[in-house]
């Protein structure tokens, strides 16, 4: 009856005491085997070889699907809390580096495709749906933010003025240099690589190299000799 009155209190409580117990535990305690064996109990979905290192910090793990040798380095944090609607998916043999953050707000989809690489201190954030590909790159301190401030009203603060989310679509290996940024709304194409330090805020061609703030255009990989695209 409190299971079925308090569900998410309860599952919150469960995901304390696990990870208060083993979170902290290092390698040579045997912490990430001991982790991988009770955290399943924890996930929507939990493959095989999954390697989870400590100090990682997870909020709503029934919401959050992890592939086949996914690997979670310290200082991770996943969080899927804010709404029923609410998944993160990570695919097969991806990678979160140290200090990744990942997080959604209202009604988010978080999708990480098979064998993508996340370096550390890289930030993912809602509410709009966010889709990475298979075999992506992310350099460190790079942030992806499926959303944007309202901010018309100068009566009011831009706080109160409520959010807009569109998406954002990642494709196929893409390379997206240190600290590029990837505002609401943009659609980068297969195989593009983005430079480092550049904003993002248009759709990228597939097959593009951009710079920039805002980032442009300058060449494609559809040739051996990179050939310049007319601006």
Not at 1 to 26: C, N, S, W
Not at 215 to 231: C, D, P, T
């Amino acid at each position: 009856m409190i299971q079925a009155k308090y569900p998410h209190k309860l599952q919150r409580l469960q995901e304390l005491l696990v990870t208060t117990i083993l979170g902290d535990l290092p390698k040579l305690a045997l912490g990430p085997q001991l982790r991988r064996l009770l955290y399943r109990s924890l996930f929507a979905k939990m493959g095989k070889n999954v390697y989870i290192q400590h100090g990682v910090e997870f909020l709503n793990t029934s919401a959050i699907e992890l592939g086949n040798g996914t690997h979670i380095f310290k200082n991770v944090r996943l969080d899927a809390k804010g709404h029923p609607n609410n998944r993160i998916y990570l695919g097969n043999q991806v990678a979160l580096e140290r200090s990744v953050d990942i997080g959604c707000l209202e009604n988010t989809y978080i999708h990480i495709g098979e064998d993508t690489f996340i370096a550390p201190n890289v930030c993912i954030a809602g509410p709009g749906d966010i889709r990475i590909g298979k075999h992506c790159m992310i350099a460190s301190h790079s942030g992806i933010y499926a959303n944007n401030h309202n901010f018309a009203d100068l009566s009011r603060p831009i706080k109160d003025q409520g959010t807009t989310c569109k998406g954002i679509v990642i494709e196929d290996d893409c390379w997206l240099g240190h600290g590029v940024t990837v505002l609401d709304g943009v659609t980068i194409g297969t195989g593009s690589v983005i430079g480092a330090g550049a904003v993002v805020n248009k759709n990228i061609p597939p097959y593009s190299i951009a710079v920039g703030i805002p980032a442009k255009v300058v060449k494609s990989r559809n040739n051996q000799e990179l050939m310049k695209i007319s601006q």
